[in-house]
């Protein structure tokens, strides 16, 4: 089972932070950005929805792993992947607000001042070894019967991740958000979460009960208490038989990366 789901693995490439190189040099290189306030409260705000919002995707699979209930291969391996990638992910979101707490740098350039602003810094998966876990593809199909508990958390973590989506969306769309570092962060995210939604989705069509029936207390989903995005209230966790909800977008669907 371990070789099938192995070879049905999606490559773990990345936007930013592919992995760690054993031939490469742990040399960490700071992102800089043309200081501006508006930009640096996009950046805050997005940091303050989104590394909660992981947070509760950690402690949701913790509780999935460990629950007796539990049964699908594909979904463990699955809830693995997101306690690895998404912790590393909470790291990233982290040392980007270590950087924005950082005073600027002011370059004095003859006729004109240039004010630089920390913003990111790249290469914490070479410094700390870091390999990104596999997802599951679809095609792996559950690797076993497939319990209400395995449907209740697909069910439970798919409206998680689209709230994720959201949110990533609309920091793309923000005029004021200018990080490119994060830019490339959200298209990792909206890249794996797309895919991980396609997976849960595909357990769940494999149940051979009622998945209609299969009730997610919203007390399960972790991480999106209070969670908003440009001012605007992100989506409220579905129960069973409902669709998640679209955030509203927050700015007009321009594109800012």
Not at 7 to 31: K, Q
Not at 153 to 179: C, I, S, W
Not at 215 to 229: K, T, Y
């Amino acid at each position: 089972m371990a070789a099938a789901l192995a070879l049905a693995a999606v490559p773990a490439g990345a936007a930013i932070e592919d992995g760690y190189d054993p031939e490469g040099t742990p040399v960490p290189t700071t992102w800089w950005e043309a200081a501006n306030p508006a930009a640096m409260q996009a950046d805050r705000d997005y940091i303050a929805g989104m590394r909660p919002h992981h947070a509760g995707a950690l402690t949701m699979s913790q509780e999935y792993l460990a629950d007796p209930e539990a049964s699908s291969p594909v979904l463990k391996a699955l809830a693995r992947a997101i306690l690895r990638n998404q912790d590393f992910e909470i790291g990233l979101l982290d040392e980007v607000s270590r950087n924005l707490d950082r005073p600027p740098v002011v370059l004095n350039l003859g006729l004109f001042r240039l004010v630089l602003q920390p913003s990111a810094t790249e290469g914490l998966a070479q410094m700390q070894r870091f390999q990104r876990s596999p997802i599951p593809a679809p095609l792996a199909g559950p690797g076993g019967p497939v319990t209400a508990r395995d449907v209740q958390f697909a069910k439970g973590m798919t409206v998680h991740h689209q709230a994720a989506l959201d949110m990533a969306r609309a920091y793309h769309a923000n005029p004021e958000a200018r990080n490119g570092f994060l830019g490339l962060l959200n298209v990792d995210i909206m890249t794996d979460q797309a895919q991980e939604i396609a997976l849960m989705r595909s357990v769940v069509a494999a149940y051979t009960g009622d998945p209609e029936s299969v009730r997610v207390d919203a007390s399960m989903i972790h991480g999106m208490e209070g969670m908003a995005h440009g001012g605007k209230a992100m989506p409220q966790p579905a129960t069973a038989g409902q669709r998640a909800p679209v955030a509203p977008s927050a700015h007009g669907g321009h594109a800012g990366h």
